[in-house]
Structure formats: C-alpha cells, structure tokens
C-alpha cells in the first residue's frame, strides 16, 4: 500500500456525530455533579476527548496492515498489562483494576485490551482462508479472547470481562461459524452455567438477580435500579430541569453508569430517544465503512468496534431501564472517564485509518 493518504477520506460525517454525543455527556457530567464532590469532572472529561482526538488522529495515518503485523507483541504487553494490575493494582471497592499513574490519575488496562483483541481477533480470522471454520480454528479463537478475558475476571471485574465476548462472537460469526458449532458450544456453555454461577462473589450474584426483582430489596440489591427506574420515569416526555433523583443524589454514579438515567431524566423520552438515535447513526456508519475495507482485515476490525460498541449499548441503556443486571458498563462516549473514551477515539482511529485506505493501491 501507498504511504499517501488523504483526510479527504476521513469520514467527517462519522466525527460529527461522535462528537455530538461527546457534547451531550459533557453537559449531563457538568449537571450531574455540579455541586457535589466530583464538580468539575465534566472539566477533565473535555482534556480526554481532546487527547482521544489527538490520538485518533495520530493512529488513523499509521497503516493498520502495519500494526496487525506487529499484534503478537501488542497482545503479549496487553496481558503483562493485565498481570500489573494483579500484582501492583490499586484497589478500590474490593477489585484491583488501575495502575496509578506518577501524575496521579489512574489508568485502566482492561480498557485498552479491548482494542488489542479486536486487533488480534482480525488478525486471526483474516489469515484463515477457508471458508468455514474448523474445531481447532474456533478453540484458536476462543483462547485468544479467553485468557485476558480470564484475567480480568480475577480483578474481578464481570462487566469488562463481558464486553470481550462480543468481539470473539463477532469473529466467529463473520469467520465461517456453522451452525452446528454454535449449537454445541451453546449446550455445553449451559451445562457450565452452574459451575460458574457457584464461583461468582455475592454481590456480583446480588446484581445479576436484583434486576428481575428490585423491590425484593428496595434499600439493598435493588437500590440501584429502583432509584433508575424512578430517575428515568420522572423525566416524562419533555424532561425535568430539576432532576431530584439526580441533583438530590438519590441517583448512585449519575456521571458514570447511570449517566442515561440522569440524562432521560432532565431531557425526558423526547431526549433520551435523540441519544439513542444517534448511537444508531454512528453505528450504521460504522457498519457502511466495514463494507467499504479493502481487504478482509480491515472489515473484521471495523466490525469488532461495532460489535463491542453495540454491547455496551445495549447493556448500559438496558442496566438504566431494568432490562439487564448492574454491571457497571459505562456509556460509550458519554460517561465520565478516561480510560473509556481514550479506548472509544482509539478505536475510531483504526476505523479511519481503513477508510482512508479505501482507494490507495
């Protein structure tokens, strides 16, 4: 491939939606915490999206053929990573999951070993030629994402954890899964439910059951998505400026997890629908970019960030609603957080990146 490319290429139209859901959290991080003690953080979360777009734009001109042939040792410090946080992690809440940083911030490497199994995973299958996969190729597969995915489960941390199955699904599934292997893994990943669910600590239990029946423990378990359920309820059609359950601090994490829940509730159903509208926008254009690759590589890593993107989606406005358990997902784009939106430009940046090379011989 050439090294010329042009930001002619670069899909603008794409930015300027991410960037309006970028605004949208900013002012919803700014009211959720403007007199509490995380004033200020919607201060923070506007350098994050500057450095992510600085960073975006650094890796959309580096050639992502050139940095797949580098993922071996991109996947190797990824789990060095991961074993860092085991051994010199800080810990807060009873998890180990971010190195401090010498300036005194916190970075979050389960975050950014997303981006490099969507690397690997589009590495792998892009090399397989055959049209459909065998049993080694899926046990392959499934290694690739299941040792990290294993190791952030010791932090433990179930929510991150989860949001890598998305990207070896979507892997499988674009790679040549046939039906007769999903239906075999399907039986024997139900035989193990139970194995699992016993190795489960019990509040990460508590969580996974409290959604289905929250007034079991109003002030408990089910705090949480009652207090939701109710921000969410309040904002009716057109929103309520006042929001009590958010500026009252009834609502838990308003600026991070629940940051739908705070927003439906000032701007109401009118507002959270635009919001959503506009994560449909972004991925139908993520989707339109993954056709256009030019080669098999480039589509399987577009399609991964639609997938892990499309994940947390679907899981955070789920968690707001009382439709999905509580596992602390935050909202692409919108949720305050570093280590979050840094991984969201980074992967918008290989997304750029390919299309860029749309028409470069």
Not at 140 to 169: C, E, N, S
Not at 322 to 342: K, N
Not at 350 to 355: A, C, K, L, P, Q
Request: charged share 10%.
């Amino acid at each position: 491939m050439s090294r010329y490319v042009s930001y002619r290429d670069f899909d603008w139209v794409l930015m300027g939606f991410v960037l309006a859901i970028c605004a949208l959290g900013v002012v919803q991080i700014h009211s959720a915490t403007e007199h509490t003690k995380f004033a200020g953080s919607h201060i923070r979360q506007i350098y994050w999206i500057l450095g992510g777009l600085g960073a975006m734009f650094l890796v959309s001109l580096v050639n992502y053929q050139a940095i797949l042939e580098q993922i071996h040792w991109m996947y190797v410090a990824s789990l060095a990573s991961l074993i860092a946080v085991i051994l010199f992690g800080q810990k807060y809440l009873g998890a180990r999951r971010w190195i401090k940083l010498p300036a005194g911030g916190h970075f979050q490497p389960s975050e950014w070993v997303k981006l490099i199994l969507i690397l690997a995973v589009a590495k792998y299958f892009s090399d397989l030629h055959e049209r459909e996969l065998s049993w080694s190729d899926f046990l392959k597969a499934g290694a690739i994402v299941g040792f990290p995915m294993l190791m952030v489960l010791a932090q433990p941390d179930l929510g991150t954890a989860l949001t890598y199955l998305p990207v070896a699904l979507m892997g499988l599934f674009l790679g040549g899964l046939r039906w007769k292997q999903a239906l075999i893994v399907l039986m024997i990943a139900g035989s193990l439910v139970p194995v699992a669910w016993m190795k489960l600590k019990s509040y990460q239990k508590e969580r996974l059951t409290s959604f289905m029946n929250p007034d079991a423990d109003r002030q408990g378990s089910g705090y949480q998505v009652n207090q939701s359920l109710i921000a969410v309820g309040s904002g009716g059609i057109w929103g309520s400026r006042q929001g009590s359950q958010t500026h009252l601090a009834f609502l838990p994490v308003p600026q991070t997890d629940f940051i739908f829940a705070a927003f439906a509730e000032e701007h109401g159903f009118v507002g959270a629908l635009a919001v959503l509208l506009l994560y449909f926008i972004v991925l139908m254009r993520l989707t339109q970019n993954a056709q256009t690759a030019p080669d098999r590589a480039g589509a399987f890593l577009v399609m991964g960030v639609v997938a892990v993107l499309s994940f947390h989606i679907l899981v955070n406005v789920g968690m707001v609603v009382g439709f999905m358990p509580v596992t602390g997902i935050p909202l692409p784009l919108m949720s305050y957080g570093g280590s979050s939106v840094l991984f969201m430009f980074l992967a918008l940046g290989i997304v750029m990146n390919i299309r860029m090379r749309r028409f470069v011989n």
